[in-house]
């Protein structure tokens, strides 16, 4: 679990509470967050600034500290000091689901900002049903070889689990030397090697990848090796899944690692082809899924909601790369590989 840089926790006397209802909708790339709040102190209410946050956790929040992936958070206008008891607050933004094939118990926060961070959480919500995001995946064991200026990478399978109309954006296989086993979140490290590899058609697979790319010096020390799946969205390249190495590597002589189980099953789809260029995505007419958490009656942002229902994710396009657009490392180490 990756933890937020500086972490919330909960204030003991909140100014706002979450009212009868709050929910998310995803669809494609975008996230649509809503909520319900109750004023409580119409003096502070108006003094901070507010974001409405959704979170996936480990496992339901209970309050205190909070520890988990952000997947979205929308800025709230201003408050005016004359606000009513209750109003109802939404907005829309990119959604970045933690990467990872697992379950996820979600949580929406209210958060206050005293000082440009929002970290004081005055109203949150579980959803009772854990959430899985249908994004690509890697199946099987996975390896690398490294030598002098090369390493060769392999993967049995990788796969796009969403609804068969549903192209992904262009994937890319990277391996990355870190500070620490990577855990789904934010990171920070050195990228060594990676592979263009196309899109993929939804419920289509690429099986018995074998790939080799050019690698870049590793500064001495230990680091923790992962390999990342990644796939090209709105807002660049982000990652979709991914396999440590338990070996820690000392960018010392050249290695060979030990195969990594990725122990998620495979399911029964067709084989496809990696191809030169994205193909344009087709049209999915799969509808937007919708997690209302409502109540007869106002909840307190200790209690458990109703249950909200899985993601199935619609496209996402895969837009022309632009340069130095927010994703200045990756648009670095594609141009020294020569991509």
């Not at 440590?244 to 029964?268: D, H, I, K, L, R």
Request: proline share 10%.
């Amino acid at each position: 679990m990756t933890p937020y840089p500086t972490a919330s926790s909960t204030v003991d006397s909140p100014a706002i509470c979450f009212g009868v209802s709050n929910g998310y909708t995803i669809a494609g790339d975008q996230i649509h967050l809503s909520a319900d709040l109750n004023i409580l102190d119409s003096e502070y209410a108006a003094s901070a600034a507010w974001a409405l946050q959704l979170w996936a956790l480990d496992t339901p929040f209970v309050g205190g500290e909070l520890s988990g992936v952000k997947v979205a958070e929308i800025r709230l206008d201003p408050l005016p000091e004359t606000v009513p008891l209750s109003i109802t607050v939404a907005g829309s933004t990119f959604v970045m689901p933690p990467a990872g094939v697992r379950d996820w118990s979600m949580l929406m926060v209210l958060a206050a900002s005293e000082d440009g961070d929002f970290r004081h959480i005055h109203a949150f919500a579980n959803y009772p049903r854990p959430e899985r995001f249908a994004l690509p995946r890697i199946l099987g064991n996975v390896g690398y070889q490294l030598t002098e200026d090369q390493i060769e990478l392999t993967v049995d399978a990788i796969q796009n689990p969403r609804d068969p109309a549903n192209m992904s954006g262009t994937l890319s296989l990277e391996l990355w030397a870190l500070t620490a086993p990577y855990a789904g979140g934010t990171f920070d490290g050195i990228p060594l090697a990676g592979v263009v590899i196309g899109s993929l058609p939804g419920q289509g697979q690429q099986l018995d990848l074998r790939t080799t790319a050019h690698r870049t010096p590793t500064p001495p020390g230990s680091w923790s090796l992962v390999l990342m799946l990644r796939e090209w969205t709105l807002a660049g390249y982000v990652t979709r899944d991914y396999a440590n190495f338990e070996t820690p590597y000392t960018g010392e002589a050249p290695q060979t690692s030990n195969p990594v189980q990725v122990t998620v099953a495979p399911e029964a789809s067709p084989v496809v082809a990696p191809e030169a260029e994205a193909p344009a995505p087709a049209a999915d007419t799969t509808p937007p899924q919708q997690h209302p958490n409502e109540e007869a009656n106002p909840v307190q942002s200790s209690e458990t909601q109703n249950p909200l229902g899985s993601v199935d994710q619609t496209e996402i396009v895969d837009p022309p790369r632009a340069k130095d657009n927010g994703t200045s490392i990756f648009g670095r180490f594609w141009k020294w590989l020569g991509f």
